[in-house]
């Protein structure tokens, strides 16, 4: 798996080219298709009318054809249930939009009763879920799971016109995972995830058991919540036969959390009866690792990055942040080098979300401890970190 955004590799011969004309067959193409299958979709719009994408055979492919994620629309106009559900391995979906979904557009979920892995979701747009933009879950049986995925180089976004849509006390987010192990959501653009009344999910969340999640170089923009690891301190989770957290149950196992850019200036989200609630929440995040990401917000949030509940441990260092870290409710974690009271002129542009360090962020520039950089050896454009390492998610 690359790091960067480049286009996906072209396919070999043998892939089969769909044209909006055949819409009313995709459902049917793709549900019967053999394992390694690729499919090509013609710039248009593909008008569901309710269709459910199911996607069970392993190694299936489904691709914009000419490779502009804007040229190629899914869009079932809240009718039927989810678009896409992804129920085998190696499953790729790539290079289009998916509008409008009733549940949600992408559905990860084993089909059958074995665990599932590598499934890639690569330059997808998506807009406006009824629920989850990308939701990810264990079979049935709650004994097969979704494992070592990838969320790369996509944009989820909730519009004003979507969010009018959105039911059930604001139940919907960016990516919601549950007790999914392994997965890395990079270079994606999170925005919009917040409601009038009731609380989103976050841009990003996992948790109820997740463990070892990479979560890097994003962008998230007036989202109710931008990242989460875990949530709440109950013990809904996965069982791991390695007893990681000496046995203990947490929402959250490991993983790191780095190199992120969260932003937040929209009057109507700090209006909403929930405002800006977290940048980074951990919540029962057990040896979580929080490094080197950037929180910014014109209005203040509830905590810029909030580290809640006993099980919560690991490192939370070299933050930069327009306001402080809240602790509570007794976590261990290590919480050292972060500065906050970041102003909007440390930045290039902070009103277009760009955080990178401007010329004259004193605060911020060599500011960091190079002893917990390195666990994050690059910034937010690939770049090395310096041997005086900046606070925050860009090295100038
Ligand atoms: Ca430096
Ligand atoms: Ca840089």
New binding site residues.
């Given amino acids: 798996m690359g790091s960067g955004c480049d286009p996906l590799p072209s396919v070999g011969s043998g892939a089969t080219t769909v044209t909006p004309a055949q819409t009313a067959q995709l459902r049917s193409l793709l549900y019967d298709a053999q394992p390694g299958d690729v499919f090509l979709l013609e710039d248009g719009n593909y008008d569901l009318g309710g269709d459910t994408l199911q996607l069970i055979a392993d190694g299936v492919t489904v691709r914009g054809k000419s490779g502009d994620r804007s040229a190629v629309v899914i869009d079932n106009n809240y009718q039927g249930g989810s678009i896409f559900a992804v129920g085998a391995s190696n499953v790729t979906i790539a290079d289009l939009t998916i509008r409008r979904a009733f549940y949600h557009p992408i559905h990860v979920s084993p089909a059958g009763g074995q665990s599932i892995t590598g499934v890639q979701i690569y330059n997808v747009r998506i807009v406006d879920p009824g629920e989850q933009a990308i939701k990810i879950n264990t079979g049935a049986n709650f004994t097969a799971f979704a494992d070592s995925g990838t969320i790369a180089c996509s944009h989820l976004e909730m519009t004003a016109a979507g969010r009018s849509q959105v039911r059930n006390n604001c139940y919907t987010g960016g990516v919601d995972a549950h007790q999914a192990r392994n997965w890395t959501i990079r270079d994606n653009r999170v925005e919009g995830f917040w409601c009038d009344a009731g609380l989103s999910e976050h841009g990003i969340h996992l948790w109820r058991g997740a463990r070892d999640t990479v979560i890097e170089r994003n962008v998230l923009v007036n989202n109710a919540r931008g990242i989460g690891l875990g949530l709440g301190n109950d013990n809904v989770g996965r069982d791991y036969s390695d007893a990681p957290c000496g046995g203990n149950k947490a929402q959250h196992y490991g993983g790191v959390v780095r190199n992120n850019f969260i932003y937040a200036d929209d009057a109507a989200l700090f209006a909403s009866a929930s405002g800006f609630d977290a940048g980074i929440g951990l919540e029962s995040a057990c040896d979580a690792t929080v490094v080197h990401n950037t929180v910014f917000s014109t209005t203040a949030p509830f905590a810029a990055i909030d580290v809640r509940f006993s099980l919560t441990s690991g490192l939370v260092a070299n933050n930069l942040l327009s306001h402080p870290v809240v602790e509570r409710g007794g976590p261990s974690a290590t919480v050292s080098d972060n500065v906050d009271g970041a102003q909007p002129e440390w930045f290039v542009d902070a009103a277009s979300a760009n955080l990178?360090l401007a010329p004259s962020a004193s605060g911020a520039i060599d500011q960091a401890n190079a002893g917990h950089s390195t666990q994050a050896p690059t910034?937010?454009?690939g770049?090395s970190r310096a041997s005086a390492p900046d606070v925050g998610a860009?090295?100038?």
């Fill in positions: 990178h910034d937010i454009d770049e860009d090295e100038l």
